[in-house]
């Protein structure tokens, strides 16, 4: 897919800002785009084609992504590699089983030739092309804490940041964060949108905490495969499919693969880098109280009373 001349926008005209890895991302449709994906996020809103069976897997950054790609992936192929050990998520990283369709779309790449097809979306719900929406597909998204969400992206970005870029003080991450002014941001707007959606059409958005799938993934995988249209048989039930799937994706399953310890995603990405703790409430251990106050604050104003995050 080619984005046509007409449809290109004047970079320029947009607002810019200094990512938290990033040099440049541009205000882009109401959510701060990466430069190096506002080509693919263009192609992919303008041109993408969604098939009736294709289930996107949609987060905001640090959110759990990587974790609910490997579970999707085990339920969505699990006939295929009903064998634990020749199983792919041991020898890939899950988000090179299930890529990123914003890449996908900038890179040119090929389309998976078999159905269902299954991506990883970081786009905000309004921006994602009329087909997605039209159509019967489904959509997973993951929602974490916000506090948690903004350690795991200050230490992560500082890791894969483009070179050259000066390291964010958490100061300064935070009050960038606090303005929504984070790749993808704002945040707020970002987990509203696939909330109301799930509420407007329970059928076509499964709305997924990470806090829900660390209390309990077995009920989760269930309920995620369920919605799917890919459920567990009774007999796969007796069989303790469902808790070899939950294990296999499990945080410290995959963080001490090989794969996950030394290979890499891309020239600057380490596969270790998805894997830091894997556990709620460590913001503990970074915000001062003046901080806790703040960002309390401003998820009352954005989420009121809603259950939206935990
Ligand atoms: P921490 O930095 O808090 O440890 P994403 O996949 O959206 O980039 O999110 C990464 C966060 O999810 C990181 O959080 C990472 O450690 C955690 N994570 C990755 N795989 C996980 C798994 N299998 N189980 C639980 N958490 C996982």
């Known amino acids: 897919m080619k984005a046509n001349a007409e449809d290109e926008i004047i970079l320029s005209s947009l607002p810019i800002e200094r990512g938290f890895a990033f040099h440049s991302m541009y205000l882009f449709q109401e959510f701060w785009c990466p430069s190096t994906l506002i080509e693919g996020v263009k192609i992919f809103h303008k041109q993408f084609q969604a098939k009736e069976s294709d289930i996107f897997v949609a987060s905001f950054p640090k959110s759990g992504t990587t974790w609910l790609k490997a579970i999707t ?39 998976p030739s078999t159905e269902p097809r299954v991506f990883g979306t970081h786009t905000p719900l309004p921006s994602l092309p009329n087909s997605i929406m039209e159509c019967n597909c489904k959509i997973i998204y993951i929602c974490r804490n916000p506090f948690d969400i903004f350690v795991s992206a200050w230490i992560f970005f500082d890791n894969i940041k483009q070179e050259s870029l000066t390291p964010l003080k958490i100061e300064e991450a935070f009050e960038m ?24 059409k329970p059928d076509k958005v499964l709305f997924l905490k990470y806090e829900d799938l660390k209390d309990d993934a077995n009920f989760q995988v269930k309920r995620i495969a369920e919605f799917l249209g890919f459920p567990f048989t009774q007999e796969e039930e007796n069989n303790q499919v469902i808790e070899s799937i939950s294990k296999l994706c499990s945080f410290e399953e995959m963080k001490n693969l090989e794969v996950n310890k030394s290979g890499l995603l891309f020239p600057s990405v380490e596969n270790k880098s998805f894997f830091r703790k894997g556990e709620s409430r460590d913001w503990v251990n970074y915000f001062s109280p003046s901080m806790t106050e703040k960002l309390s604050q401003i998820m009352e104003e954005k989420f009121g009373e809603s259950e939206m995050t935990t």
């Open 73 to 111: 992936f085990a339920i969505v192929n699990r006939q295929s590699f009903s064998s634990i050990d020749n199983h792919p998520l041991l020898t890939s990283n899950p988000h090179q089983l299930i890529p990123f369709i914003e890449i996908m779309c900038r890179d040119d790449a090929d389309w």
């Open 177 to 200: 964060y606090c303005n929504g002014i984070i790749e993808f941001g704002p945040w707020w707007s970002h987990m509203v949108g696939y909330w109301k959606e799930s509420l407007a």
